[in-house]
């Protein structure tokens, strides 16, 4: 069973610096894809930044350069650095992964989705 865990929310000031984690866990077989999404009350959850299947890399536009997303494969982890961070970053914080498991001996490739982290950002 695949399980994605995320940390390193919490409180900070405007201007503060922040850096989430999300690793994955399970009988990985490829990881396709991870990123992070936000989302606030009431609204749709909107995209920050993400790997795409073929390595290229997505920026929100309201966050390119401020944040900046990193992975480590061999540790099935992505990283988001969040900079600079504005009061309008406050959201909880989504990993997300498209991942490849062998369950029965076939494969499959699925979403996931972790269990979302806080971030909020005030004075």
């Known amino acids: 069973q695949v399980q994605l865990v995320e940390s390193g929310g919490g409180l900070v000031q405007p201007g503060g610096s922040l850096r989430l984690s999300c690793a994955a866990s399970?009988?990985?077989?490829?990881?396709?894809?991870m990123g992070w999404y936000r989302q606030t009350s009431g609204k749709e959850r909107e995209l920050v930044a993400a790997?795409?299947?073929?390595?290229?890399?997505d920026y929100a536009d309201s966050v390119k350069g401020r944040f900046t997303i990193s992975r480590d494969n061999a540790k099935s982890t992505v990283y988001l650095q969040m900079n600079s961070l504005k009061p309008e970053d406050t959201a909880v914080y989504y990993c997300?992964?498209?991942?490849?498991?062998?369950?029965?001996?076939?494969?499959?490739?699925?979403?996931?989705w972790g269990q979302g982290t806080q971030v909020t950002v005030s004075s």
């Open positions: 997300n992964a498209r991942l490849t498991t062998r369950r029965g001996g076939y494969f499959y490739t699925d979403d996931y």
């Open positions: 790997f795409s299947t073929w390595g290229s890399i």
């Open positions: 399970g009988t990985i077989v490829r990881n396709n894809a």
